[in-house]
């Protein structure tokens, strides 16, 4: 089986800081994509941000020039540095990972969330 489990949340002030933490363990080949997802109360979850496994990334447009993803493979875990926080950006934050095994498509998993408060 796969776990992604999800670290780092928080309650910080508008302008603050976070660096979010993403873990993939198990049985598996490779990752593909690991992607950051995030959804406010009441709200749709929403794209945040996505990086594949030659380091290309795209950022949801909410986002851009505040948030960076990195990756390192070795780890098998994702990085989400999340710069000048703002009361909106207050959502449950998830992680998505793109597993290969050999001779299968990818398989998308799911972690279980970090809650990220902003607020003063």
């Known amino acids: 089986q796969v776990q992604v489990v ?7 002030q508008p302008g603050g ?3 979010l933490s993403c873990a ?8 593909g994509t690991m992607a950051w997802y995030r959804q ?11 990086i594949n496994s030659g ?9 851009k020039g505040r948030f960076t993803i990195s990756r390192d493979s070795a780890k098998r875990t994702a ?10 950006d207050t959502a449950v934050y998830f992680c ?6 050999v001779g299968r498509p990818m398989s998308d998993y ?11």
């Not at 993939?24 to 990752?31: E, H, K, W």
């Not at 990085?79 to 909106?88: F, I």
């Not at 799911?110 to 003063?120: A, K, M, R």
């Open 110 to 120: 799911w972690g279980q969330g970090t809650q990220v408060t902003v607020s003063s």
């Open 79 to 88: 990085y989400l540095q999340m710069n000048d926080l703002k009361p909106e």
């Open 6 to 12: 999800e670290s780092g949340g928080g309650l910080v």
């Open 17 to 19: 800081s976070l660096r």
């Open 55 to 63: 380091g290309v990334t795209v950022y949801g447009d909410s986002v």
């Open 40 to 50: 406010a109360s009441g709200n749709p979850r929403e794209f945040v941000a996505v």
């Open 96 to 101: 998505k990972v793109g597993v290969i095994r």
């Open 24 to 31: 993939a363990s198990g049985n598996f080949f490779s990752i």
